[in-house]
């Protein structure tokens, strides 16, 4: 897909007549071992499923700060550096509003990994993910990542927050538009 269709998907997307939701999700990479941090969420929602580190956008700040302000909040870990691999939209059933998902990738980061209150960080083989205490999307959009391929996609979600009704995944060029 090239850069102008991938921002008129953005904006179709992003005009499905609904609010957007901010958020950022960030898996820090060791490249060396080929490994990926994942937390384990203790509270809210996603409990009990293993995601990366992110939340919400908070108004005062770019997408990017977000990102990296979550990633401390809830591993410890500070990123100089972090690297967007893919833009996510899901839509729930019954719900009004729908969530934008910027996700990026970090290996440039420092300080020590601590469990916080919302997250339990653990250590992962990039290549065995444990898709089956992750969300239901996660194990469709990942071989993407391993490819090193930027990506948007979408996902509607039946009201059980957890059933996949539709997706779309496009693999993309860039990001920056
Ligand atoms: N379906 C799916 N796949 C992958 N990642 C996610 C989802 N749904 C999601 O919500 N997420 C990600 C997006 C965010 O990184 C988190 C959710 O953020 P949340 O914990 O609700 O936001 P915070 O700002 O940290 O919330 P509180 O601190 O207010 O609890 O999961």
Redesign the pocket.
């Known amino acids: 897909m090239d850069n102008r269709s991938v921002a008129k998907y953005v904006e179709d997307a992003e005009h499905l007549e609904m609010p957007h939701r901010l958020?950022?999700?960030v898996f820090p990479i060791d490249p060396v071992n080929n490994c990926v941090l994942l937390g384990m969420?203790k509270?809210?929602?996603?409990k009990d499923k293993y995601?990366?580190?992110?939340?919400?956008v908070e108004p005062n700040e770019s997408i990017e700060s977000g990102a990296i302000r979550?990633l401390a909040?809830?591993s410890g870990l500070l990123a100089k550096r972090v690297d967007k691999c893919g833009l996510?939209f899901?839509y729930f059933e019954n719900d009004p509003v729908a969530?934008e998902?910027h996700v990026y990738l970090t290996s440039d980061f420092s300080g020590q990994v601590i469990e916080t209150e919302?997250m339990a960080p653990e250590w992962y083989s990039a290549d065995k993910m444990p898709f089956e205490q992750?969300?239901?999307?996660?194990s469709r959009w990942w071989p993407m990542v391993l490819k090193k391929q930027k990506f948007t996609a979408r996902?509607w979600?039946f009201s059980d927050m957890t059933t996949i009704t539709r997706e779309e995944i496009v693999p993309v060029k860039s990001l920056e538009f």
């Open positions: 958020f950022t999700l969420k509270r809210g929602f996603g995601n990366g580190f992110g939340g919400k979550e909040e809830e996510l899901f969530m998902v919302e992750m969300w239901a999307d996660d996902f979600f």
